[in-house]
């Protein structure tokens, strides 16, 4: 007896078959290859959110998801035995020139309009932050919205809790229920070959996993990359956002080239081991949002798709959207992330 099935078991779909499960559905997940095995298995895990200007739906999504990220994952926690590595300690980003300090001041006042009292951002002297990256003006943005967590710990995390709490997790199983595809890649390449047009791609990114152990500090992000500290004692460093290449899973030179960045950018990283090199293709929309709805090739089924860099830091608020849609018929999906945008 199921009432919804969930066909992917990346973070989208561990996180909707989980809320689901909440809210009291019998829920199977079907994923040949189990939990985290795709994008979903990396090394980063940072939850930083947009720039506080602009402001659109894609946006407030994100600052809503980012704020139910903290009872989420205790939950999580709580319900499967399993630390998915959370911790809410923000981000530190140097700031470049005079120009850019006078935008991350004009930040600092929108943050405080668009986020009120649920975090902050801050300019301030490089020195008086702890472990900050080199920044030219001396200089730092410290914003208190970020987190982090360990992406696959999240998704074994997640496995553990939807197995606590009745749900199945299987490699093969027929559709029973609503049905919910969440298999990143696999349905952007089969939407793109129906309708003749790059609907979504996949990027390759390369990662690296450092022994150094800055558990209790902010990640950072400098020189657009993102250095994340987890709290089993590793630093992550990532990623590259690749459109061609050879092989989907290999290493290269060009994550030497960020290993090396990354210890230009902060020196104390300096003659840190390298536990593990990383390598995969993660989904990209081609409007660069989620695509949540109705599915475009399955009348009656349901898509979750297409969160690409920005997955885990979206899938609380994904799988409240869609748990909604599909258990209560009601649709509260932002016009950004429908599937037609990126048709």
């Known amino acids: 007896m199921v009432d919804v099935t969930v066909r992917g078991a990346g973070i989208f779909g561990l996180s909707i078959a989980w809320t689901c499960l909440a809210r009291g559905a019998r829920v199977r997940v079907v994923d040949p290859h189990g939990p985290g095995a795709g994008a ?7 939850l930083a959110p947009h ?8 946006k407030r999504f994100q600052l809503e998801s980012l704020l139910m990220a903290e009872p989420f994952w205790r939950a999580v926690e709580a319900t499967g035995g399993v630390d998915p590595g959370y911790a809410r300690l923000g981000r530190v980003q140097p700031v470049a020139d005079d120009a850019a300090l006078a935008l991350a001041h004009r930040r600092a006042g929108t943050a405080r309009d668009l986020w009120g009292d649920a975090a902050t951002w801050s300019v301030l002297p490089e020195a008086g932050v702890p472990w900050a990256p080199r920044s030219p003006t001396g200089m730092v943005i410290l914003d208190t ?3 982090r967590l360990h992406p696959r710990r999240a998704c074994a995390a997640l496995a553990a809790a939807i197995r606590a709490r009745g749900g199945e997790i299987a490699a093969e199983a027929p559709d029973r229920g609503r049905v919910i595809h969440a298999t990143g890649i696999a349905d952007l390449e089969a939407l793109s ?3 003749g047009k790059t609907v979504g791609s996949a990027v390759k990114g390369q990662g690296a996993l450092l022994h150094f152990d800055a558990r209790d500090r902010p990640q950072l992000f400098a ?3 993102h250095i994340v500290p987890h709290a089993d004692g590793t630093t992550a460093i990532g990623s590259t956002s690749e459109r061609d290449f050879d092989d989907a899973h290999a290493t290269d030179a060009q994550l030497d080239e960020l290993i090396d960045r990354a210890m230009q950018a902060v020196p104390i990283l300096h003659g840190a081991r390298v536990v593990e090199r990383w390598a995969g293709l993660r989904p990209r929309s081609r409007s660069r949002a989620p695509m949540l709805g109705p599915h475009p090739l399955h009348p009656g089924q349901f898509i979750a798709n297409g969160g690409f860099k920005i997955g885990f830091g979206m899938a609380p608020k994904v799988a409240e959207t869609m748990a909604t849609l599909v258990l209560d018929d009601r649709d509260t999906i932002p016009e950004a992330f429908r599937p037609e945008v990126s048709l």
């Open 51 to 58: 720039v506080p200007e602009n402001w659109n739906d894609k």
């Open 223 to 225: 020189d657009g990359l």
């Open 40 to 46: 979903s298995g990396g090394l980063v895990g940072a």
């Open 193 to 195: 070959v129906h309708f």
């Open 145 to 147: 919205l970020s987190a």
